[in-house]
């Protein structure tokens, strides 16, 4: 093998072994939040909101541990289609809001969350049922790895602020909000098909690139004012604890500042 390709070869296999740490790394540190959260905030003969995303894949694991160890009586209300097909493979009590409109808990991940606990939501799609179901529940808890752990919401998540739109206002909201607040808010494509993103609400995603840091409690009620928009994926004042997995096998746990 010629020296070249011999020095390439070996650059390709310490990249691919970095990401494979790397990545290890961050689904260990998703598993520790997570468990630190359902041992921690569930307990027997409760009602259990069930986040989306792949942190909470592991957080469902522990649940039904728990549940057939501690033979516990959980019931749970899922925030997405995801979510339902999790509860239902790992053999859990499913319900719904209809049936259980008040929860005792609500677990889920978050893309982004900053010092004041506020989140921003919605990277797969699920920001409408995700705040729903939180907005149920007498405690809202979310599990992240430290990557999604940032002083200020934009520093770590740079793909901007998920909104659900109704499809046929897609257009006027994207320039309402460029025009107002700044950025630009581009429809979300999808990738494994023609077209854009669509969510379990049969709506589609502006995903709203900020320029700067912002009162979020206000532009969120701004944003939730503009005619079309259904939801955003700013969560404000809805956590009261945040459980991030670090990259040193801990587990760092984050509380809203005293105001």
Not at 145 to 164: A, C, F, H, M, T
Request: glycine share 8%; proline share 4%; with cysteine.
């Amino acid at each position: 093998m010629y020296p070249w390709r011999l020095a390439a070869a070996v650059c390709s296999r310490k990249h691919v072994w970095v990401f494979s740490r790397s990545f290890n790394m961050a689904e260990e540190a998703k598993k520790l939040a997570a468990y630190a959260a359902v041992d921690n905030h569930v307990q027997n003969n409760q009602v259990v909101g069930v986040g989306s995303g792949s942190t909470i894949v592991y957080a469902v694991d522990r649940l039904a541990e728990r549940v057939r160890e501690e033979k516990l009586n959980i019931v749970c209300v899922p925030t997405s289609f995801q979510a339902r097909q999790l509860i239902l493979q790992h053999g859990l009590t499913l319900s719904d809001l209809d049936r259980h409109p008040e929860l005792d808990v609500a677990i889920d991940g978050a893309d982004e969350v900053d010092a004041d606990l506020t989140l921003i939501k919605g990277g797969g799609g699920c920001l409408t049922q995700e705040k729903i179901v939180a907005g149920c529940a007498k405690h809202f808890v979310v599990i992240a790895d430290y990557r999604k752990n940032s002083k200020d919401l934009g520093q770590q998540w740079k793909k901007g602020v998920p909104i659900e739109v109704i499809p046929m206002a897609y257009v006027p909201v994207s320039r309402i909000i460029a025009k107002r607040f700044g950025g630009e808010a581009n429809l979300r494509m999808a990738v494994s098909k023609a077209g854009p993103v669509v969510t379990d609400n049969s709506n589609f995603i502006l995903d709203w690139k900020f320029e700067h840091a912002q009162n979020w409690k206000e532009v969120n009620t701004a944003l939730k004012m503009i005619p079309g928009v259904v939801e955003t994926g700013l969560f404000v004042g809805m956590a009261e604890r945040a459980y991030f997995g670090m990259e040193d096998g801990s587990v760092k746990v984050r509380d809203p500042p005293v105001k």
